[in-house]
């Protein structure tokens, strides 16, 4: 099932698709998705739900982030072969992790707003995972079993401040509307396979990013057991997985962002985003 957050900015409600494509209030049975909500559990009872009975939704010319709010917001860096190649960096030997500050997410229709001292603002496509359920110390084998859902985050970077102004990568990862998450939070059981996902990014027409997940250095499972043996994973929590090649830094000469920049981002089964670049 498609689960979504729709109406204006601040007051967005939680809704799903139908099958007919419509969008469905759920207000009335659960409370916004973030956190708890969005655990295995309840996205399990929400799905078996009798849509029929549920008002169609109104307010849908704008789609929020697919989650209100999210208590981490992790990282994985260097996580496809071709794009540490066209960084000139080595394989990890382990998962690159850094985190997002949570006030960067954004929604996947709603502008990214350029920092005012940034020259090297850059597009990342990305597979964002969504953990349904306290995760410590799990194997690789159950890690996906932790898993609630799947989304698309394109998690805009600003390189100045991530290589060349000292301390960790979250100083360039961070900024306000950094963090595009959505437009649909797709259950685990639709995305059958997470490493055979297309993934793809388009700025101004022209496609920048063109890849496949089965690119990934470390699979979703491999993060997800991984980044367990060091913290508690909670319920609500995102994980994006890493980008392929094709960044903004990775050209020659390099390109960054601009005002009135359009940037198309899309995974293959969990919907599309649009953003326009503004300064």
């Known amino acids: 099932m498609k689960f979504l957050r729709y109406g204006p900015k601040g007051q967005e409600k939680p809704g799903c ?26 996205l399990t009872r929400l799905k078996n739900l009798d849509l ?49 500050h949570t006030s960067a997410l954004n929604g996947p229709f709603d502008p990214v707003i350029i ?82 996902l297309g993934l793809q990014l388009v700025v101004n027409g022209e496609v920048k990013q063109n890849s496949n997940t089965s690119d990934m250095i470390f699979t979703v499972a491999q993060v997800i057991s991984h980044l367990s043996q060091f913290m508690s994973l909670m319920p609500g929590d995102i994980i994006a997985t890493g980008t392929p090649e094709g960044v903004g830094m990775g050209h020659t000469p390099p390109i960054f962002l601009k005002p009135g920049d359009e940037m198309v981002v899309e995974v293959e089964g969990l919907g599309q985003q649009k953003q326009v670049v503004q300064a």
């Open 52 to 100: 029929s009975g549920l008002p169609l939704a109104h307010d849908t010319d704008r789609i929020g982030s697919c989650l209100a709010w999210v208590p981490n917001f992790i990282c994985v860096g260097l996580n496809y072969a071709k794009h540490a190649a066209e960084t000139g960096a080595d394989i990890p030997k382990e998962p690159i992790i850094f985190s997002k």
């Open 17 to 42: 698709l139908d099958e007919d494509g419509n969008i469905r209030d759920l207000s009335g049975v659960v409370g916004d998705f973030a956190g708890s909500t969005v655990s295995i559990e309840n």
């Open 115 to 196: 920092p005012k001292t940034s020259t090297m603002t850059d597009w990342e496509v990305e597979l964002g995972v969504v953990i349904g359920k306290e995760a410590s110390y799990v194997s690789e084998a159950d890690a996906l079993k932790y898993v609630s859902g799947y989304c698309v985050v394109n998690d805009v970077s600003e390189r100045h401040f991530q290589k060349d102004r000292g301390g960790q990568w979250i100083k360039g990862k961070s900024a306000p509307t950094f963090g595009p998450t959505g437009p649909y939070l797709v259950t685990a059981d639709e995305v059958p396979d997470p490493q055979n």
